[in-house]
């Protein structure tokens, strides 16, 4: 199995083994999860964890209140999901209903805090009928019905007879995706009808299993930790044999085209690919100019390129370094376990997949992968534009690296900022940004599109980046109302700044758009809130160099004219503001 590349000893896990584990990061229990859970189902797996874990939950956890409402008794579920939900590096908290008209009463009655994702568990017979179409529509009216009133994304699950799992967004209800998961998914039998008379359709063992991995991987995208970046090896993974081996030395062997179409596949719907190789530079250049110019793969199939005779964990950082992307939204593959083990070992929260040196078996195990299929679904055009971004950053970074001194850089940056109105058109990408950052983000609130559009405050904005190299797209939100509890203040609720192009001072240029928005409107203070998240190191220090002022848990800046006239913070050096979206309060 992909995930057995620990040493000897840890590929039937104890509590010794998955507490070692626990203690080292999630995605190390979340491997040995999934070998206990291979060996002992979900119900032995999760006895291990609850002993594993019994002196506290293992470190960087992320609770996810779950939504969850099903035709069966959801109870047959729990295991499944508590054990799916810590190999993603979740914590599950889980309230259950069974039935259409208990899941509305019950969404419409959720005090303080709404779910973080709804997931709905309805399966239909499937036949052509009028029972079934009118069942289809219930359905469907209630998933756009809880994404309203939970203002939460909702899942929609069922199984279907195609090799893959395909996640749609519904067209008409743009927060409700629904995923149909292989029936091989769950061994062919998701559902277990024996005892239907008496007790209804009850999920096979592999069927729960399958639903739990989905929504964990629902969950884990909902709290920012779905995948971004794909790191392939390229010897024996993208193609046949080593290129610095055997009579043709220098010429790849044939392409694995399974694994490269799968790549392609994914790289077309958002996510961004790499190449980590053991290799002499020229000779991968050579070779993938060769496999372009006979039509195997496309101009620019890698964002990066990390080449040369380093261990394999170096040059997986060079990929990270060039491209600002963090390890815990990375997808590793290789065909030698060592480089696998050692990849695991300096970034333990990767995802790291041994591809046992079967390509075509990867490939397979690629495209079964919920978590992958929600994420393409999540922008089927976007990818090669994704791609170029990043391709932008390091363009930036090598501006950077040649002029120290930071004025000048940001000056021959030449960066144009450019705020649009927060609406039904934008709100796409607005709820896409508050699910992606980490880094730059103040509070973990991340309202969900719904949630977006209903708001109708005139301080928040969208802002839209380029500069001498390109278009950078939409890369910020600022989220801001009236303050309801201090009179003249403008409350900051979240700032969001795409990694893609921090430092360089957007982030200040959105605050100084945000104070000259209140200022036209007559206020005169701004405040905000920073919680310690556990990548938003940058985001704290934010505010205290724009030059807030802290009183208790809130900071504050009094708007006032700076020695330019313009508002505090002032706009940032080789920075031009285009405020074309402002509309003053009525």
């Not at 007790?199 to 971004?228: C, E, H, N, Q, Y």
């Not at 010429?251 to 490269?260: D, I, S, T």
């Not at 649009?420 to 730059?440: F, I, S």
Request: charged share 25%; with cysteine.
């Amino acid at each position: 199995m992909w995930w057995q590349f620990d040493p000897p000893g840890e590929s039937d896990p104890d509590v010794p083994t998955l507490r070692r584990a626990a203690g080292r990061a999630s995605s190390a229990l979340g491997r040995a999860l999934r070998q206990a859970r291979r060996r002992r189902g979900a119900i032995g797996a999760r006895a291990l964890l609850r002993e594993a874990t019994a002196d506290g939950p293992p470190p960087n956890i992320v609770p996810v209140h779950v939504f969850l409402a099903t035709a069966y008794e959801a109870a047959v579920l729990e295991d499944a999901l508590a054990v799916a939900g810590a190999i993603r590096g979740l914590d599950l908290r889980v309230t259950a209903v069974r039935g259409v008209a208990e899941a509305r009463a019950a969404a419409g009655g959720i005090d303080g805090p709404g779910p973080d994702v709804v997931a709905l568990s309805f399966p239909l017979d499937g036949a052509a009928g009028a029972a079934d179409r009118a069942g289809e529509a219930m359905i469907r009216a209630l998933a756009a019905d809880l994404a309203a009133e939970t203002g939460a994304p909702v899942l929609r699950l069922d199984f279907g007879a195609g090799p893959v799992p395909i996640a749609r967004a519904d067209a008409e209800a743009p927060d409700v995706t629904r995923l149909h998961l292989p029936e091989a998914a769950a061994g062919g039998a998701p559902f277990d009808t024996r005892f239907a008379a008496s007790f209804g359709v009850m999920p096979s063992t592999a069927g729960a299993d399958a639903l739990a991995d989905a929504i964990a991987a629902f969950a884990a995208r909902r709290a920012g930790l779905g995948p971004k970046l794909i790191v392939a090896d390229l010897d024996d993974t993208l193609w046949a044999g080593a290129l610095g081996e055997g009579e043709a030395a220098g010429e790849p062997g044939a392409l694995h085209r399974p694994f490269a179409e799968a790549l392609a596949d994914f790289r077309d719907r958002g996510l961004v690919l790499a190449a980590a190789s053991r290799n002499a530079p020229e000779d991968v250049a050579a070779a993938l100019s060769r496999l372009e110019a006979a039509g195997a793969l496309p101009p620019g199939f890698f964002a990066t390129l990390a080449v040369g005779w380093r261990d394999k964990d170096a040059l997986v950082a060079e990929v990270l370094d060039t491209l600002g992307l963090a390890a815990e939204h990375t997808l590793f593959l290789d065909d030698d376990p060592l480089n696998c083990a050692r990849v695991a070992a300096r970034f333990p929260a990767m995802d790291v997949r041994w591809t046992e040196g079967d390509s075509d078996a990867a490939a397979r195990t690629l495209r079964a992968d919920p978590a992958l299929a929600l994420e393409a679904a999540a922008g089927p055009a976007a990818g090669p534009s994704r791609a170029e971004r990043y391709r932008l950053r390091a363009e930036v970074d090598r501006l950077r690296d040649a002029e120290p001194d930071p004025r000048a850089f940001l000056e021959a940056l030449d960066t144009h900022v450019t705020l649009r109105p927060l609406d039904r058109e934008t709100a796409g990408r607005a709820a896409e940004l508050a699910r992606r950052v980490n880094q730059m983000v103040l509070t973990d609130a991340r309202p969900a599109r719904a949630a977006l559009q209903d708001r109708s405050s005139p301080f928040d904005f969208l802002a839209e980046a380029r500069d001498i190299f390109g278009d950078h797209g939409q890369v910020g939100l600022v989220l801001a109302r009236p303050d309801p509890e201090r009179a003249g203040a403008v409350r900051l609720d979240n700032l969001f700044l795409s990694c893609r192009v921090l430092q360089r001072g957007i982030e200040t240029a959105m605050l100084h758009a945000l104070a000259a928005r209140a200022a036209l409107a007559g206020f005169t203070a701004l405040a905000g809130r920073v919680e310690a998240l556990p990548r938003n190191a940058p985001a704290r220090d934010l505010l205290a160099s724009a030059g807030f002022g802290r009183g208790g848990a809130d900071w504050h800046l009094t708007i006032e004219a700076g020695p330019d006239g313009g508002v505090r913070p002032p706009l940032p050096p080789g920075i031009t503001l285009h405020d074309t979206a402002w509309r003053a309060p009525t």
